[in-house]
């Protein structure tokens, strides 16, 4: 079972930025990607972003341009840098972890998009 540590959530005001991190309790070279998703109240879940062991990202139309999603190897993270946000991005977000077939979930960390 892989472990996620989610943090960096929190109110912020439309256009302003956040960063969310996802620390997870084994070596990202066991991991085929990582990835953020988030959830509104009555909604799926939906993808933000996510991005490969190797690299290779892949966004959600809305977190194009705005977001942008890394990974710190050594520390075994991934990071969610937002930008210019906006109401609608209001939401749970949960980081994922996919790893040997097997889907992986962090508990979530609320982000308040709000003047």
């Known amino acids: 079972q892989v472990q996620l540590v989610e943090s960096g959530g929190g109110l912020v005001q439309p256009g302003g930025s956040l960063r969310l991190s996802c620390a997870a309790s084994?070596?990202?070279?066991?991991?085929?990607?990582m990835g953020w998703y988030r959830q509104t109240p009555g909604k799926q879940r939906e993808l933000v972003t996510t991005i490969s062991r190797g690299g290779t990202a892949n966004y959600s139309d809305s977190a194009k341009g705005r977001f942008t999603i890394s990974l710190d190897n050594a520390k075994n993270t991934v990071y969610l840098q937002m930008s210019s946000l906006k109401p609608e991005d209001t939401a749970v977000y949960y980081c994922?972890?996919?790893?040997?077939?097997?889907?992986?979930w962090g508990p979530g960390t609320q982000v308040t998009v709000s003047s």
């Open positions: 994922h972890v996919l790893r040997y077939g097997l889907e992986h």
């Open positions: 084994t070596s990202i070279f066991s991991i085929s990607s």
